[in-house]
């Protein structure tokens, strides 16, 4: 069962805040329902726009095809910190075809929200 408490993030926002920093990137992680991880995107230097093949200003980030959705700045940002957010605990023995689900969590990345969208820093 996918579990995440306060006391997981703040080992994994160690690992995570350099990340950002390094790229320009301003962004929040929360826990949501206890079993979500959650890397919320405010504003950056990367144009997520240019190389995102749908080109929205904010959108939800499918952290399993950021390899093939993605290029350049932004696909080596996402590498970077998708691996930083699993942490070096992370496991994953879902099976969807049986329909089981076995993990230690889940990562949601959100570029801007609904009503903020991500803001590009020049």
């Not at 990340?19 to 919320?40: A, D, E, P, W």
């Not at 144009?47 to 095809?65: M, R």
């Amino acid at each position: 069962m996918a579990y995440m408490n306060q006391d997981n993030k703040k080992k994994i926002v160690a690992m995570a805040k350099p990340i950002l920093k390094k790229y320009g990137i301003k962004g929040t992680l929360t826990v949501r329902h206890h079993s979500t991880l959650v890397l919320n995107i405010k504003s950056g230097k990367i144009d997520f726009t240019k190389d995102s093949t749908d080109g929205a200003h904010s959108c939800q980030v499918n952290t399993y095809w950021t390899d093939s959705h993605y290029t350049g700045k932004a696909k080596k940002f996402f590498a970077e910190v998708i691996a930083a957010m699993k942490g070096p605990k992370f496991f994953d023995h879902s099976d969807a075809m049986t329909d089981y689900f076995h993990c230690s969590h889940y990562i949601d990345i959100n570029l801007g929200k609904w009503n903020t969208p991500y803001v590009l820093e020049k």
